[in-house]
């Protein structure tokens, strides 16, 4: 038995191990999140004792209303309803403009932000934020 084991050592020591076979792997299919869909609304978010909304801006949400059937809006960013809070459709983008600063334009589709424009001033800013 002896020279046996003296054998086999020899041969790893010179040779090597012989290769494993190659094992598969289980694939696990990624996890995406869906893309978002087309936009669905816009909210200018200001704050009403810093600064006035532009002209240019409520021509610009007009717009978005009338021509591509978004719902855009003013809100001041203090705003609650009768419950002391932020109505549920507008939590996302008071939370979103707040982060980024007042005042800002946010795009949602659904409770999905696509966008944020800071301080815009023009109705072009806004039509163009609108993907």
């Not at 600064?51 to 978004?70: D, I, S, Y």
């Not at 705003?79 to 109505?87: C, E, F, L, R, Y």
Request: no cysteine.
């Amino acid at each position: 038995m002896r020279p046996f084991v003296l054998l086999a050592a020899g041969l790893v020591l010179l040779g090597g191990l012989p290769p494993l076979p190659a094992i598969p792997w289980p694939t696990v299919p990624a996890i995406t999140a869906p893309a978002p869909g087309p936009a669905t609304a816009a909210v200018y978010v200001y704050e009403k004792d810093h600064t006035a909304v532009p002209v240019g801006v409520t021509v610009g949400l007009n717009r978005l209303n009338r021509e591509r059937q978004v719902v855009a809006t003013l809100l001041e960013a203090d705003t609650t309803n009768g419950a002391g809070t932020i109505p549920e459709q507008f939590r996302q983008a008071v939370a979103a403009a707040k982060a980024d600063g007042l005042p800002a334009l946010v795009v949602l589709s659904g409770s999905t932000v696509l966008a944020i424009v800071k301080a815009p001033v023009d109705a072009e800013q806004i039509v163009r934020a609108v993907p």
